[in-house]
T-cell receptor, first 110, second 114 residues
Framework: GQQLNQSPQSMFIQEGEDVSMNCTSS?????WLWYKQDPGEGPVLLIA?????ELTSNGRLTAQFGITRKDSFLNISASIPSDVGIYFC??????????FGAGTILRVKS | DGGITQSPKYLFRKEGQNVTLSCEQN?????MYWYRQDPGQGLRLIYY???????QKGDIAEGYSVSREKKESFPLTVTSAQKNPTAFYLC?????????????FGPGTRLTVL
């Protein structure tokens, strides 16, 4: 099965900085999802995007559904220590199956 | 509380043994899914079920089996035919519809083959 290209693979940033990550695909998706996973736990849904061009916020998080439907972006503003974890993008294909990126590991210096 | 439960949290198995991982949800979701996660990789789909008594293979179904006898339960059996079963296994569920069908995950089961 295909995987999405998610970048960067990891980030080490200063507390208070803004963070950006993105996912690209060769396929079109109708839904994009962003999840956060803490070590040893299941992923938690952060933001769901359903329309091309859609921009959605959840607190300090903002995500966009690319206009071509082949990409999506996640921004975190004013990062804090509890933002550490792995962030996954996922595109939903026919039959409601999800295709996942490999994840972006976020580490924050306090 | 509504949610997805997986048990056990940690599971150890000897080579050549079958083992069954439990997944239960009380969200009244139609669809359920099993994923495998290996270090440094995204989640890969093993099996999924959109309705009771029906399921389909995902991308890496070899060496695994499932059943869906009840809407709220979707157990996964890791058989001795699975060559590299040590991994983190995640169960998810969703509504089965065209839109607003995001998947929600359980806490996972870590399987280690000794």
């Amino acid at each position: 099965g295909q995987q999405l290209n998610q970048s960067p693979q990891s980030m080490f940033i200063q507390e208070g900085e803004d963070v950006s990550m993105n996912c690209t695909s060769s396929s079109i998706f109708n839904t994009w999802l962003w999840y956060k996973q803490d070590p040893g736990e299941g992923p938690v849904l952060l933001i769901a995007l359903y329309k091309a061009g859609e921009l959605t916020s959840n607190g300090r998080l903002t995500a966009q559904f690319g206009i071509t439907r082949k990409d999506s972006f996640l921004n975190i503003s004013a990062s804090i220590p509890s933002d550490v974890g792995i962030y996954f993008c996922a595109g939903m294909e026919y039959g409601n199956k999800l295709v996942f990126g490999a994840g972006t590991i976020l580490r924050v210096k306090s | 509380d509504g949610g997805i439960t997986q048990s056990p949290k940690y599971l150890f198995r000897k080579e050549g043994q079958n083992v069954t991982l439990s997944c239960e949800q009380n969200l009244n979701h139609d669809a359920m899914y099993w994923y495998r996660q290996d270090p440094g990789q995204g989640l890969r789909l093993i099996y999924y079920s959109q309705i009771v008594n029906d399921f389909q293979k995902g991308d890496i179904a070899e060496g695994y089996s499932v059943s869906r006898e009840k809407k709220e339960s979707f157990p996964l059996t890791v058989t001795s035919a699975q060559k590299n079963p040590t991994a983190f296994y995640l169960c998810a569920s969703s509504m089965h519809r065209e839109i607003y069908n995001e998947q929600f995950f359980g806490p996972g089961t870590r399987l280690t083959v000794l």
